[in-house]
DNA sequence: AGAATAGTGTCTGTCAGACAGTATCGC
DNA sequence: GCGATACTGTCTGACAGACACTATTCT
């Protein structure tokens, strides 16, 4: 094995799935069945399959893919970590993802009896990480942030149909800072991204207006 | 040797070196000498050495030490590419790098015999390249772009010491539009990243001050 | 009516682009 | 003086933050 590590490295990915839920950006976490790092938390991951797997993304989906009962609407890579010693296995590379999880999806988590699943605040996780998943939490939510600064709508968090408010919440949960509803309102009016639905929401009190992403939308 | 591809894929890196000589963004070719794609222009690039490497980046420094002669100041990941088809050898992994080069060290190319080195325009390659990097060149540009667009000063383009009218020219060779001088000198004055010398360059006319990077600066 | 949320109007300071103007060199 | 490059001053339109205001629903 070891003598094959020499040779190979051991290529593996982790999956940061964040979802928006009670105003708080949140992220999934597992407790691992197997060694190494047996009972520890950590992100979901898996180690690349060739004869599965037709690319590293897809690899990424395929691990997800025992824990989310849904098609993710967006992965996307954040950067690769590798070295001798990261891992015990030896020498070896893990492909870091984020994926993103609709706000009304958040309870398609298939209950798997092997393993624990756990959402947690995406900025204090509250349990130690396995590997070095702590720094991979870190960066995944900077490289999340450092879009949504950008300008760039995370419009896979919400529903297909959400008001500017849903989406005005789910933005200040990812930055940590509250924004202005007016300047926000007049951005998202001159925007592309956006197309508002002749649909309202009904609530508690005044009904509010749906929108939808538009047909050419990119996060 | 496809059994083993079947377990554990080819891992190398690439790099896009960059540098802006005569007020264009170029990047350094290399006329591949070995199979595969013998003989057809490429992106610099090697297979992962588990025992000489210490990481990727690692990897990708020592690549490049074959062909430039001195210590990069930056050489940073822009994503992986992956997958069953890309290489003819098998499933593999290509991780992309950029790396910049300052310009008072575009000469310190190592002439090797065995292959050619070649400078292109960035945007404008004028040779078709092997695999998929002619792919990996222009997202290599892109997030290049994005950063400087975003506000990062590429003074690691740069000698230690240069005028505001280099560091300008620089950019606006990255961005491939002019900037205002006024905007752009005011934004700097304000700006931690470049501290003011009392040095001045003497050219052909009035002479301009000098500015280096600020102590805690990073790209 | 009152509470709660949706949505709008207006003011103001900031700042980037435009561009004219000044300063300092070599010749 | 003249050309060339370095550097500064001023105007203006666009826009984001702040915040008060109106609108529509439920109870």
Redesign the pocket.
Known sequence: MNATRDLFPLVGVDVALFCVDDGRLQVLLVKRAEEPAAKQWALPGGILKPHLDNSLEAAARRVLAHKVSVELPLVEEVCTFSGPDRDPRGWSISVLFYALLPRDKVNALVRNKVEALEWVGASAPGHRLAFDHAQHLTTSVQKLRAKVDAGKLPLHLLPEKF????LQRTIEAILGRE?????????L??SSDVVELDE?E????????LFRASDGFTF
Chains 1, 2 share one sequence.
Not at 179 to 187: I, P, V
Not at 202 to 209: I, K, M, V
């Open positions: 008001t500017l408010t849903q924004l202005d509803k007016s300047s926000f309102r007049r951005q009016k001159s309202y009904r609530g508690a009190q005044r009904p509010a207006q």
